[in-house]
């Protein structure tokens, strides 16, 4: 703007910087998830989308990210799904036990089987995922 003394004052930095805003709305949050930032995007663009806790992928991830480029939004892992799973590791089985999991993420409703490898006999019992936390086993 044009002062009382007769000058110009100086925009902030980046103030008058072009931009290309993107013509392609994102792709949608995949279910149990949340999208951050808000329109409008621009070129350069990164958004999150984010599991709501407890949630997180099987692999254990809690978001993906996609950025706006020239020729659109990069793709959006289709993998990248929320689940509600538990949040610890199942109990771990004492020596001569045996468990049936083979990765530490579970989802609510999934069973670990413990199974005795006694000699004489054969005790097999059950750990539940249920409310993100494990049921004794």
């Known amino acids: ?12 930095p980046g103030y008058l910087v072009c931009r290309t805003v993107a013509v392609t709305a994102p792709p949608a949050a995949p279910l149990g998830a ?17 599991c709501i806790p407890p949630q997180s992928t099987l692999t254990g991830a809690t978001y993906a ?8 939004w990069t793709t ?8 509600n799973v538990c949040l610890s590791s199942p109990p771990s089985p004492p020596a001569g036990v045996i468990a049936n ?5 579970a989802e609510y409703g ?10 004489n006999h054969t005790f097999t019992t ?7 936390t494990w049921t004794p086993a």
């Open 110 to 119: 999934m069973m670990v089987t413990y199974t005795c490898l006694a000699t």
């Open 76 to 83: 959006l892992d289709p993998t990248f799904t929320c689940h």
């Open 1 to 12: 703007s044009c002062g009382e003394n007769g000058t110009w004052s100086t925009p902030p």
């Open 101 to 105: 999991l083979s990765n530490d993420i």
């Open 34 to 50: 949340v999208m951050t930032g808000a329109p409008p995007y621009w070129v350069g663009t990164s958004l999150n989308y984010t």
């Open 65 to 72: 990210t996609v950025t706006y480029l020239q020729g659109g």
């Open 126 to 132: 059950t750990s539940t995922c249920n409310n993100a």
